[in-house]
């Protein structure tokens, strides 16, 4: 009689713990869930993409971007807002395709995440990607840094963020400290 009750109650306590770990990982607030609304809401509301069929999907903080922009620029905001949603480690874009494009366009992803990464650690304050003052250009997997910082600080952080970037084979900066 007590091993019944022993094992109806073990049993109760598996079902419960195992239902609710099932339940957390449906949950849709989860941190992926949560990076993929964010994203999706950005390129929502950004008038420059609209007619842009783009799927965005989150797997561990690396979101994945799939389906056809209309223009490089276009597929550049699109990393770019990616880019700087929190909690972002990575944006895979192997699946973007650019409308009537057969080549690759690295250079730009490279700057696109550049500056996504540059707004996300917000090394710049709260300003927008429009008042930056650190211009970033990529050739060749080599990214040019150009334009004035605040302090030594920002220089570093944003020649750091770029060296640490997938794809970039070498940084030069010119960047300078601006006299206010």
Known sequence: MFIKMYLRFALALFAFFFSNCVWANDMPNTPDNQITSVVK???ASDSSLSGAAIHVKSVQGVVTLSGNV???TQAETVVQLAESTPNVKDVDTKQLTIKGSKHPMDD????AKIKGT???EKIFGDKD???MTINVETNNG?????????NQSQIDT???I????KGVKGVKSTVEISRQ
């Open 118 to 120: 540059f707004l996300r």
């Open 70 to 72: 209309e223009s490089d």
């Open 108 to 111: 730009a992803l490279i700057t």
């Open 142 to 150: 080599v990214v040019s840094l150009s334009g004035t910082a605040d």
């Open 41 to 43: 809401d950005k390129i």
């Open 162 to 165: 770029a060296s640490s970037t």
């Open 158 to 160: 944003a020649k750091s």
């Open 129 to 131: 990607i429009a008042s």
